[in-house]
Each structure stands twice: as structure tokens, then as C-alpha cells.
């Protein structure tokens, strides 16, 4: 059974730092892996898709990357602002399936 | 980019009533559509995966008779809580896939807030 963990479970920085969110899944026959945010009783909002065959992806102040064979990948936020500050989820999706299974996610505060 | 709308945002319904939500992929045609369900700084659990023209597949543990799923149309798929009672307050959350699911990134609704008096 695929099970999806991220730490860590809350982080509190000041604005300007770099960050690292890291998530991590026991069954490596993933098909891809989908970073998300979510804000406050709302629903999600897609950041990064990596495949399986990929190794990173970037958008903007985002980069994620992925390590497959050891269940491992990492949400790196560059230059963080008072506005990142939410619940980011990572998800794996299996091989021949459809299904999304959710890590725990890692809620972030980021202050002035 | 895909949208995906989902109604209402919130509801609050007294206990033994039925509630419909509707989910709904504005701009691009979604032959499968997921429900999930979040408590309160918890992660999402996956539900059921509803297909249109069929009859949506269950996640173990969760109940068919008291979550009633239809997928009449490639663009909208509806979640009925059945006699709702107070522990199935809880947000809902749909997506869909645009394209080939398994190789877009899914889309999310906003929630929907269902709170039983």
C-alpha cells in the first residue's frame, strides 16, 4: 500500500529565506508525482507535475525534484513571501492508475 | 488553463436531509472525474472515481448507498450525501483530468464545506 509522508508537518520563517518541503513515498512504480497548494477551506491549486522519467521541474520561484528510486522528492521555494504562506501537498499517481494518494502536506508561514 | 467548478461552496443542512454537489469541467471534457473528502487539517482521502456513462468505483471503506455518485455527462459529475447526519460534516473536493488522465495534472474545485446540524 502506497503511503505518501511529508515533514515537515508546519514551518514558521521569516519572509526572504529559501525553503525546503519534502515528501516522501514507500512505492516507488509511481506514474508521476503532482505538488499542490491549498489555502484555507479552499480547494487546491496545481504547482509542479513531474513524470516519472523526470528528474526536476520549475515554475517561477518553484522548483521540484524528484527522486524515484529512493521515494523522494522536494519542493524548493526561493525568496519566500508573506504570500506562499499556505498547506503545500504533495501526490503520487501508481502506474495503470488514475488514483492520487496525498501526503499529509506541510503547512507554511511565512511573515513579514 | 482546465477549470473546474464546483457548487455550492458551502451548505449547512439539518440531519436526515440529502445534499447534492455539483462538479463541473468548464472548459475541457473529463471522462473521469474524482471525490475526495478532508477533515480538518487532514490530508485528502480519495472517495470514489466516478466515470461517465458508469457506475463510479468505491474506495474501500466508504459507502455507495450513502454517497451517491452519477456522471451523466463528460462535463459534469454529482456527489449526493445521502440522510446526512453530523459526522459527515466535512469539505468535498472533486477533480478532474483534462486530455489523457494519467499523464495531465488534475484540477481541483474549490471545496465544498458541508456542515449537518
Known amino acids: 500500500k502506497q503511503e505518501v509522508t511529508q515533514i515537515p508537518a508546519a514551518l514558521s520563517v521569516p519572509e526572504g529565506e529559501n525553503l525546503v518541503l519534502n515528501c516522501s513515498f514507500t512505492?516507488?512504480?509511481?506514474?508521476?508525482l503532482q505538488w499542490f497548494r491549498q489555502d484555507p477551506g479552499k480547494g487546491l491549486t496545481s504547482l509542479l507535475l513531474?513524470?516519472?522519467?523526470?528528474r526536476e521541474q520549475t515554475s517561477g520561484r518553484l522548483n521540484a525534484s524528484l527522486d524515484k528510486s529512493s521515494g523522494r522528492s522536494t519542493l524548493y521555494i526561493a525568496a519566500s513571501q508573506p504570500g506562499d504562506s499556505a498547506t503545500y501537498l504533495c501526490?503520487?499517481?501508481?502506474?495503470?492508475?488514475?488514483?492520487?494518494?496525498f501526503g499529509t502536506g506541510t503547512r507554511l508561514q511565512v511573515f513579514p | 488553463g482546465a477549470v473546474v467548478s464546483q457548487h455550492p461552496s458551502w451548505v449547512i443542512c439539518k440531519s436526515g436531509t440529502s445534499v447534492k454537489i455539483e462538479c463541473r469541467s468548464l472548459?475541457?471534457?473529463?471522462?473521469?472525474m474524482f471525490w475526495y473528502r478532508q477533515f480538518p487539517k487532514q490530508s485528502l482521502m480519495l472517495m470514489a472515481t466516478?466515470?461517465?456513462?458508469?457506475?463510479?468505483?468505491?474506495e474501500q471503506g466508504v459507502e455507495k448507498d450513502k454517497f451517491l455518485i452519477n456522471h451523466a455527462s463528460l462535463t459534469l459529475s454529482t456527489l449526493t450525501v445521502t440522510s446526512a447526519h453530523p459526522e459527515d460534516s466535512s469539505f468535498y473536493i472533486c477533480?478532474?483530468?483534462?486530455?489523457?488522465?494519467?499523464?495531465?495534472?488534475?484540477?481541483f474545485g474549490n471545496g465544498t464545506r458541508l456542515t449537518v446540524t
Open positions: 477533480s478532474a483530468g483534462a486530455g489523457t488522465t494519467t499523464n495531465s495534472p488534475l484540477h
Open positions: 513531474i513524470q516519472s522519467s523526470q
Open positions: 466516478s466515470n461517465e456513462g458508469s457506475k463510479a468505483t468505491y
Open positions: 501526490a503520487v499517481r501508481r502506474h495503470n492508475t488514475d488514483k492520487l494518494i
Open positions: 472548459d475541457f471534457q473529463a471522462t473521469t
Open positions: 512505492d516507488s512504480a509511481i506514474y508521476n
